[in-house]
């Protein structure tokens, strides 16, 4: 029987593509194979961290129901339903195991486009693409809006409006070639807003705003309630922000065009997140505008979580997932709209 060091001379000989397959598989088996049962348990506690609830109706009457296929079933006493841990989740209905919702979610973390995603995990390219939706849908839910307060930077980022995967014949305009920019210069109905707003402890509100400039009314139905009334909110000039910060009795600091800050106050750290989010963006190269606010949260997601270790955000990128009650049918992610706020 070879021994070890027989074995790792073995591997030293082999060609490099090789040597990667093997570790893919030891990682498979040790690390995410260990995962898994951390996963599942992490779930259970978060989910019911207030004590048993039905996922249907909301009721706490909530008995065991036996187990299937070795996971514990329940059963509510008030609409009859029965339900799992992961009812509702990101990997609920899935066939696959949760191994291989592990290999993906770190394929997400490191950025993988969706092909090379599905031949990582060994899926279909089309169940790639709706896993990759499952997850973010249940990760835009788990993250929720945000809130901020002290000093905090405002701002907005655009991108073009686009209807990518869209077929010609459900197209609200003629299709523009690949590559090609909006035909109106400067911001208008073309380009779609991403309003952004980040504090000094890192806290971070990002969401799909609307379509153009954006207007004070929509500055306030975005961060009312999640921007504290003691805040100093730093802007460039806009003018929406002189109305919005008016309404809401925030002290405002205008960074004039030009100057890049008045003492403590300036608007770096936005601008700088805003160039960090365009070339993130640009490995999907053009994503659809009724999926763009999932990509946005994907990458408000890293941010948050960026100093842990890759192990540490696999799982609990998956652990997140499943804790959101947030389940999506194909055909819905394929039908759905534009969410602005």
């Not at 955000?313 to 389940?327: G, L």
Request: hydrophobic share 35%.
């Amino acid at each position: 029987m070879p021994n070890v060091k027989s074995i790792l001379n073995d591997i030293e000989k082999l060609p490099l593509h090789q040597k990667e397959q093997i570790l893919s598989t030891l990682e498979e088996i040790l690390v995410l194979g260990s995962q898994v049962s951390e996963v599942e348990q992490e779930v259970k506690e978060f989910r019911f961290s207030k004590g048993k609830v039905c996922p249907i109706c909301g009721s706490e009457t909530i008995s065991r129901n036996g187990k299937y296929n070795g996971k514990q079933r329940y059963i509510c006493k008030s609409c009859n339903k029965t339900f799992t841990d992961f009812t509702n989740s990101a990997t609920y209905k899935s066939k696959k195991t949760l191994d291989k919702w592990l290999k993906y979610a770190k394929c997400m973390i490191n950025g993988y486009s969706i092909r090379k995603s599905d031949k990582i995990v060994e899926i279909n390219i089309a169940t790639s693409f709706f896993w990759r939706h499952k997850i973010l849908d249940c990760i835009s839910t788990f993250l929720g809006k945000g809130y901020v307060d002290g000093v905090i930077e405002a701002d907005e980022v655009f991108f073009a409006e686009s209807f990518k995967g869209t077929k010609p014949s459900n197209m609200p305009r003629h299709s523009r070639k690949r590559g090609k920019q909006v035909k109106k210069r400067g911001i208008s109905k073309e380009q779609v807003c991403i309003a952004t707003a980040i504090d000094r402890q890192g806290n971070l509100i990002m969401e799909l705003a609307c379509k153009g400039r954006i207007t004070s009314k929509e500055l306030e139905k975005l961060y009312d309630g999640h921007i504290s009334n003691e805040s100093i909110l730093c802007t460039d000039s806009h003018k929406s922000y002189i109305q919005f910060a008016n309404d809401l009795s925030l002290e405002h600091k205008r960074i004039k065009r030009g100057k890049h800050k008045e003492g403590l106050y300036h608007i770096q750290h936005i601008n700088a997140l805003h160039s960090n989010l365009k070339k993130w963006m640009n490995r999907f190269n053009g994503v659809a505008t009724k999926y763009i606010n999932n990509y946005i949260k994907w990458f408000k997601w890293l941010q948050i979580f960026d100093t842990d270790k890759e192990i540490i955000k696999t799982k609990n990128f998956i652990v997140q997932s499943n804790v959101a009650h947030s389940y999506v049918k194909i055909k819905d992610l394929k039908n759905r709209e534009p969410m602005y706020v």
